[in-house]
Nanobody, 121 residues
């Protein structure tokens, strides 16, 4: 079970850090991704990180502004979001997969409940 947190209301240009925590120790062995669903739009890939943290992947729209990282000792994955834009407004979900990373949400087996991020202009 994944628990996402850290969302909130922030002004454009501001920052937020999202957290995705799990109870199961096996989480540290899983590829973990962040996805988001903007209002009225389809879910989209944001970022992913391999189980070791050795490789990270980003959507073009967030590259250079967002950073995904993980602390396996704490069983937690983070998404640091800087220079936020109104277009970043969405419900953010973390997801985990026992296989190689993917941009496709259907490739992830475990999902958190989502945390809402609202960026005002």
């Amino acid at each position: 079970q994944l628990q996402a947190s850290g969302g909130g209301l922030v002004q454009a240009g501001g920052s937020l850090r999202l957290s995705c925590a799990a109870v199961e120790r096996a989480f540290s062995t899983l590829t973990t991704g962040w996805f988001r669903r903007p209002p009225g739009k389809e879910r989209e890939f944001v970022a992913a990180i391999t189980w070791s943290g050795g490789s990270t992947y980003y959507a073009d729209s967030v590259k250079g502004r967002f950073t995904i990282s993980r602390d396996n000792a704490k069983n937690t994955v983070y998404l640091q979001m800087n220079s936020l834009k109104p277009d970043d407004t969405a419900v953010y979900y973390c997801a985990a997969s026992p296989t190689a990373w993917s941009r496709e949400g259907n490739d992830y087996d475990y999902w958190g409940q989502g945390t809402k991020v609202t960026v005002s202009s």
